[in-house]
Every structure is written in structure tokens, then in C-alpha cells.
């Protein structure tokens, strides 16, 4: 099946600094990605829609140049939070639709940031 | 925003035993799918019921879906202690692949 992975796992930082999170698709090509961010025993979140060789499409309240989304291949894409300050703090997943037209969304491991 | 609202919030059975857990939502939907996520992972997708289905199965799981109403039930038979995660469900809308709306989500504990 389609495999999805992020990097890293987990991250600590400092207040101020800027993280940058990879999603990857595997074994299939990826038009579009997802971001979603997840706070501790809550659900999803949606934040943006990752457009290969265009510009994402953020969520209504999502900052978008705080959270700074490259997708520059078919296979990757990329979210940056600039500036992270504690509230930041939360788990990042990522996903992507299975096949083109496809409604089914294959998920990344998810990435643990923690902003001190 | 979230649309589905899972409940119960939270579950806990004996291996063996079934898991219902039901999901309500509040728009038009295409599909909806339930996915399970395990404490600190991703999400993995479990079952997609199209708005003109009724009923799916997939081994232990069992799928029910009522348009009218505006909901739908996740059935897990025979429970195992694997079976223990979070279970969401996710409502996709009418506009070719979509981006999913997740409900809170039922967190399912399944003892030996």
C-alpha cells in the first residue's frame, strides 16, 4: 500500500527558532498533501492543502507565513514553522490522497514538536 | 471546523466482547471513513462508505451509514487487545478528492 513518512519524529526547539518538516511519499506520486496539526486528545485539525508547483491553500485562522508550506516535487513536501513559540507545540501529520481522484488519504507517522 | 462527533469519547471493553462506536455529522457528504489511529502515530484508514451505501463490511468491522439521520456506526466484533487506539471518523465532501473533516474521535481500550 502507499507509505507515507515524515521526518523527524520529534523535535524540541527554542521560542523563536524555525522547524521544518518533511512528508514524504514513498512509493506513489503526490499532487497533493495534507497538513494537519493535533493536540493531545483532540482530533484533526486540517491546516493547508499542499499543491505541487503552486501555492497552498490554508485553512481559515492558519497563519500562512507563520506556517510556510513547499511542495516541490510530486514526492515532497515541506512545512516550516517559522518563528515557534510554545503554543506551537503539538503533533504534525501529514497525508496524502492514495491515487488521483481517490478519497481514501494515507497518513504520515506524525511529528512531535515541542517548543521550549 | 469539525463536523463528525464520535461517541462514545471514550470505550473500554474486554477482548471478546463488540465495540460500537458512532459518529454524527452535519453536511452533505460524498463519503465517510473511519480511520484508527494508535497512541502517537498516524492515522490509518480502515473503511470508506459511499452516501449511497447502507452497510460495508471488512472483516471484523462493520459499517453503517444513515444519510438521513446524519450518522454512522463503526462495529468492531470480537475484540482483540490490538484493537486498542483511537478510532475517528472522517466525512469527505462532493468535490472530487476532498479534504476530510475528523470528529473527536473515540479512544477504545480492549483488556486481556
Known amino acids: 500500500g502507499a507509505v507515507v513518512s515524515q521526518h523527524p519524529s520529534w523535535v524540541i526547539c527554542k521560542s523563536g527558532t524555525s522547524v521544518k518538516i518533511e512528508c514524504r511519499s514513498l512509493?506513489?506520486?503526490?499532487?497533493?498533501m495534507f497538513w494537519y496539526r493535533q493536540f493531545p486528545k483532540q482530533s484533526l485539525m486540517l491546516m493547508a492543502t499542499s499543491n505541487e508547483g503552486s501555492k497552498a491553500t490554508y485553512e481559515q485562522g492558519v497563519e500562512k507565513d507563520k506556517f510556510l508550506i513547499n511542495h516541490a516535487s510530486l514526492t515532497l513536501s515541506t512545512l516550516t514553522v517559522t518563528s515557534a513559540h510554545p503554543e506551537d507545540s503539538s503533533f504534525y501529520i501529514c497525508?496524502?490522497?492514495?491515487?488521483?481522484?481517490?478519497?481514501?488519504?494515507?497518513f504520515g507517522p506524525g511529528t512531535r514538536l515541542t517548543v521550549t | 471546523s469539525q463536523q463528525g462527533e464520535e461517541d462514545p469519547q471514550a470505550l473500554s471493553i474486554q477482548e471478546g466482547e463488540n465495540a460500537t462506536m458512532n459518529c454524527s455529522y452535519k453536511t452533505s457528504i460524498n463519503n465517510l471513513q473511519w480511520y484508527r489511529q494508535n497512541s502517537g502515530r498516524g492515522l490509518v484508514h480502515l473503511i470508506l462508505?459511499?452516501?449511497?451505501?447502507r452497510e460495508k463490511h471488512s472483516g471484523r468491522l462493520r459499517v453503517t451509514l444513515d444519510t438521513s439521520k446524519k450518522s454512522s456506526s463503526l462495529l468492531i466484533t470480537a475484540s482483540r487487545a490490538a484493537d486498542t487506539a483511537s478510532y475517528f471518523c472522517?466525512?469527505?465532501?462532493?468535490?472530487?478528492?476532498?479534504?476530510?473533516?475528523f470528529g473527536k474521535g473515540t479512544m477504545l481500550l480492549v483488556s486481556p
Open positions: 497525508s496524502a490522497p492514495g491515487a488521483l481522484g481517490a478519497y481514501e488519504q494515507y
Open positions: 462508505i459511499r452516501s449511497n451505501e
Open positions: 512509493d506513489f506520486q503526490a499532487t497533493t
Open positions: 472522517a466525512t469527505a465532501g462532493d468535490s472530487g478528492y476532498s479534504t476530510l473533516t
